[in-house]
């Protein structure tokens, strides 16, 4: 669903995470119910030092202590299985009541979920998910999708709907990116004057995707906009149009809203930011876990709120407060 807010363009959808420096909560508050005493919920996250992820990591925290729910978090240093797995195989030695995760694989990673599962613990996917059905209780994302949709929009009207583009992603097989890589290719065969480039891939180093922004300028002289699939390719695309003084003359639309990127669209290097809502997705699945907890029923599928920001909007209330933080 697409809607036209005060603040700018408010989208109903699905969504994905990051943490760091946010610590544990033991039992305490209320509201959760005789179900949740000595329950415990774990937390592992794509990037812990991603400020998407923090801000997922820190409303969970809260959530889970005004529940009466013991919380710990951690994450990989890098979006990457090898680094990942040993995390989830921690947390099924530990076997917490629950646990929240955004699997860095949508398949590597289902045989391990699926034997934490079958211990007991209660399984809830946040931002990014498996192709595997049977994994999780509830998952709670953007509509990828249609932030793809709503990024190509924005870049055909920042480009004047003429010229070359390209994406800049991740890598592929990451349920959230290659969603967006669909929904903004799709849009974008809807502006027959503009050339799509095939997608590059940066293994979510921001180096990489500086070096891929100066690469495609030199070959696509006619290159008028960018989008990048997540936070760490848009900060190295900032850099890259930065080195190359194409600021501001290559439109780019990015994911997220984190510092960096707040800093790159006040300067006119990034131009929009599609701003998930991950302290929204924290809170819900620590909620949709108490009631799986107590007994209760449980939402299989959840979407959350994203919102279009640009430098017009990004001071208004009803949009800043989807601003990402660095720390709790």
Not at 116 to 133: C, E
Request: hydrophobic fraction near 40%.
């Amino acid at each position: 669903m697409r809607t036209t807010a005060r603040a700018g363009l408010v989208l109903g959808v699905v969504v994905p995470l990051a943490l760091a420096g946010c610590g544990s909560s033991g039992s305490g508050g209320s509201g959760g119910g005789s179900g949740t005493a000595g329950k415990s919920i774990t937390l592992i996250t794509g990037v812990k030092s991603d400020p998407f992820y923090i801000t997922m990591t820190c409303a969970a925290q809260a959530e889970a202590k005004a529940k009466g729910v013991a919380f710990k978090a951690d994450g990989s240093a890098q979006w990457d299985v090898s680094v990942q797995k040993p995390l989830i195989d921690s947390v099924g030695a530990a076997k917490p009541s629950g646990l929240m995760i955004s699997p860095v694989d949508t398949a590597a990673l289902t045989p391990s979920l699926k034997q934490i599962q079958s211990s007991g613990t209660k399984v809830a996917l946040v931002d990014t998910s498996v192709t595997d059905p049977s994994i999780g209780i509830t998952r709670i994302s953007s509509d990828n999708v249609k932030g793809g949709q709503v990024a190509a929009d924005a870049l055909a009207k920042e480009m004047g709907e003429k010229g070359s583009v390209i994406v800049i992603s991740v890598k592929p097989g990451v349920s959230t990116t290659d969603d967006r890589i669909k929904g903004f290719t799709q849009e974008m065969a809807k502006y027959p004057n503009i050339k799509v480039i095939p997608t590059l891939y940066d293994n979510d180093l921001p180096a990489t995707a500086a070096s891929q922004i100066q690469s495609t300028l030199a070959a696509h002289p006619d290159l008028g906009g960018v989008f990048a699939g997540n936070t760490n390719t848009a900060q190295g695309i900032a850099t890259g149009l930065k080195q190359a003084n194409k600021e501001g003359a290559v439109k780019v639309v990015a994911f997220d809203a984190e510092p960096d990127e707040v800093t790159a669209l006040k300067a006119n290097t990034i131009q929009v930011l599609v701003a998930q809502d991950p302290a929204a997705i924290g809170t819900q699945a620590v909620d949709q876990l108490v009631d799986a907890f107590n007994g209760k029923p449980v939402t299989a599928s959840i979407g959350t709120t994203m919102v279009a920001i640009t430098a017009q909007n990004i001071n208004d209330p009803a949009v800043a407060k989807y601003l990402y933080k660095g720390g709790c």
